[in-house]
């Protein structure tokens, strides 16, 4: 995402400073852990990055198609709870 696709979303109310990914993943599709060590890194980098556009990433929820789920929040930080940020828009 550009900064300028960022600011007309906002011009026109059409995007949220906050977001959560929910990511649907079957587990027919991996042989190995449906989650992993490379989501909980790509989590962690893709919070500043999102948030220079002034997007404050929540979490990301994985579920599977067993009734798993996986909060990418909760691994990376070892809690669930969640306390929203002061938002710096980037200029």
Do not use: K, Y
């Not at 027919?28 to 220079?52: I, K, M, N, T, Y």
């Amino acid at each position: 995402m550009r900064s300028a696709e960022r600011q007309e979303g906002l011009r026109t109310s059409g995007c949220a400073d906050r977001w959560l990914v929910v990511d649907s993943r079957p587990r027919r599709w991996h042989d190995g852990p449906v989650v992993d060590e490379a989501d909980a890194e790509a989590f962690l980098r893709l919070r500043p990055q999102v948030e220079s556009f002034g997007v404050e990433l929540v979490d990301v929820v994985i579920f599977d198609d067993q009734c798993h789920w996986w909060s990418l929040h909760e691994l990376t930080t070892g809690t669930a709870s969640w306390t929203p940020q002061p938002m710096r828009l980037a200029s």
